[in-house]
């Protein structure tokens, strides 16, 4: 696999070496990483490249030409130069529309979205591949494609409908959340036909995704599920109490189920209550506390880029090329390369490969 410094990308503006003139904690106790730290990342990334589980360019698609995303869109924190500088080998294109219209209306806005991103892998084939499956994550990535999955889906947009869940799986979706939706409202966190519908997500081999669900729904779906579950965006809710974070007691379920709770970089939900504009070393906190309490075989990482380069974003991680930049970071907190290796690619690639004998009823 190419070093990353020889792959095709057009250089950022806004991402280059960390600076720490801004961060979220003391200089002192969070250096910047140094060019030996960001080598070292850039050597890791190339060999084993990154599942980014949350990109919301979906929403951006119907306004942006596919030619600028192959070739640099400055408009955007996401093009696929600076994807592939990043080193992110597999991409979760998020399809989540706001749940403010009828249910018509959500599951119409859905389905254009998986229009749009399938549109836009057809558009670029030398560039993106679709994946199903975790074999062919790995066979896009193997042969210079970035793996893309379809999802999450909003809750909201299943519709209360099982056909609909499926209607999606024949689409391409692999990943559905739970949160917002009608049978996650009780008092139980989950209702009769919320069991239902995590069943059949474990029996198509869907992806149940519990960003933004409250703490009782996420306990009952572990209750419930026997396929691993993932965090599609969300941080530790003990190091930020955001709505979308999640707590540690649900942290050390995810542990015996065996998820993922991809890490985000989105300011807001890791900023630290300090005054200070949120930086990647806010993030590297958040990925330490979620190893420590779920394990190293349970964290993963979501840029929750895809949106306008002007928009807030993390000191240090401003588009999708920066993933260098926190894995140097990682690299000088002392994690070792296994546990990385486990950050970027692995643990993601085992959920999906998991959710599949689940549902073949291995």
Not at 126 to 148: K, P, V
Request: charged share 20%.
């Amino acid at each position: 696999m190419a070093d990353l410094q020889d792959l095709p990308y057009v250089a950022p503006t806004t991402c280059g070496e960390p600076d720490d003139t801004v961060r979220g904690a003391d200089p002192a106790e969070a250096p910047t990483p140094s060019e030996t730290d960001l080598g070292r990342a850039r050597v890791l990334l190339a060999a084993q490249l990154v599942v980014d589980g949350h990109n919301t360019l979906a929403q951006e698609l119907d306004r942006t030409h596919h030619h600028a995303l192959q070739h640099g869109e400055a408009a955007l924190d996401t093009d696929i130069p600076r994807i592939r500088a990043g080193g992110v080998g597999a991409q979760f294109w998020s399809l989540h529309v706001a749940p403010r219209h009828g249910a018509d209306q959500l599951i119409g806005g859905t389905l254009d979205l998986i229009d749009g991103v399938r549109t836009l892998i057809e558009s670029c084939p030398e560039a993106l591949r679709l994946a199903l499956t975790a074999a062919e994550m790995a066979a896009a990535r193997d042969c210079g494609r970035i793996a893309s999955l379809l999802g999450p889906v909003s809750g909201a947009a299943l519709g209360d409908s099982l056909g609909t869940l499926r209607a999606y799986h024949a689409l391409g979706v692999r990943s559905a959340g739970v949160a917002g939706t009608s049978w996650t409202a009780g008092p139980d966190g989950l209702t009769p036909f919320g069991e239902d519908v995590i069943r059949e997500m474990n029996h198509l081999g869907v992806l149940v995704d519990l960003s933004g669900a409250s703490a009782d729904t996420m306990r009952r779906v572990l209750d419930v599920t026997k396929a691993p579950v993932i965090l599609s965006h969300s941080a530790a809710a003990a190091l930020t109490p955001h709505p979308v974070n999640v707590t540690d007691d649900v942290l050390r379920r995810l542990r015996a189920n065996g998820g993922v709770c991809m890490v985000t970089f989105a300011p807001d939900q890791v900023a630290r209550l300090t005054g200070l504009p949120a930086a990647l070393q806010d993030v590297a906190d958040h990925l330490d506390h979620v190893r420590s309490v779920a394990g190293p075989e349970c964290v993963g990482v979501a840029g929750s880029f895809g949106t306008a380069a002007h928009a807030p974003h993390t000191v240090g991680l401003e588009d999708a090329s920066c993933y260098p930049n926190l894995i140097a970071e990682l690299l000088h907190r002392d994690w070792p390369e296994t546990d990385i290796a486990a950050l970027t690619w692995g643990n993601a690639a085992r959920v999906v490969r998991e959710a599949e004998a689940v549902a073949r009823g291995a």
